[in-house]
């Protein structure tokens, strides 16, 4: 079945520093991929999204590109702040199949420090 | 929208009591999803509906565990009884069944049983 594989965390940088979170993926068909970011004491939401290879998903100063060959979707950020700190999951879907349902990564903890 | 709504956001209870988690989809929307998400499992996915109607409940983790979808903004999942285990938070998502389906999710209901 399709999976998700994410860095484990947790992550713990210091402010301005640069991120990247790894995530590849297992899936057949044509997925569309996601990163999802969540706050404490909050419900996900989505950070970005890409929906078809060599596609780059932005937000917020985050980035990822859907990169087919490598099964991959790594999230990047040039300089993090304090604020970054969340949990993030990366996600795939496979829009008309399994009525949405996505299938999401274990989720990776960063901790920025001022 | 206001989006996924969840309630209530906190709930304590005493073991072997009742307890019925509600949500109401973003209108428009025709699937949703039931996830909890503890420290030690992470983010499950218990349960999800395509237009009402139950797809997948093989995450529900025991009989003692049901859902429910009377109708397309509404959905219900009941313990009884319940469990110190089944402390956790319990998210609500939903979706369009479709292309570059992103989930929305509610705040979550964070559940105490003691």
């Known amino acids: 079945g399709d999976s998700v594989t994410q860095m484990e965390g947790p992550v713990t940088l210091s402010e301005e520093a640069f991120l990247t979170i790894n995530c590849t993926y297992t899936a057949t068909g044509y997925p569309s991929l996601f990163w999802y970011v969540q706050y404490p004491g909050e419900g996900l939401q989505l950070l970005l999204k890409a929906t078809k290879a060599d596609d780059k998903g932005s937000n917020k100063g985050f980035e990822a590109t859907y990169r087919k060959e490598t099964t991959s979707f790594h999230l990047e950020k040039g300089s993090v702040q304090v604020s970054d700190s969340a949990v993030y999951f990366c996600?795939?879907?496979?829009?008309?199949?399994?009525?949405?349902?996505?299938?999401f990564g274990d989720g990776t903890t960063l901790t920025v420090k001022p | 929208d206001a989006g996924v709504i969840q309630s209530p956001r906190h709930e304590v209870t005493e073991m072997g009591q009742e307890v019925t988690l509600r949500c109401k989809p973003i209108s428009g929307h025709n699937s949703l999803f039931w996830y909890r998400q503890t420290m030690m499992r992470g983010l499950e996915l218990l349960i999800y509906?395509?237009?009402?109607?139950?797809?997948?409940d093989s995450g529900m983790p025991e009989d003692r565990f049901s859902a429910k979808m009377p109708n397309a903004s509404f959905s219900t999942l009941k313990i009884q009884p319940s469990e110190p285990r089944d402390s956790a938070v319990y998210f609500c998502a939903s979706s369009f069944r479709g292309l570059n389906t992103e989930a929305f999710f509610g705040q979550g209901t964070r559940l105490t049983v003691v």
């Open positions: 509906f395509n237009n009402n109607v139950p797809i997948d």
């Open positions: 996600a795939l879907s496979k829009g008309n199949t399994n009525a949405g349902k996505s299938t």
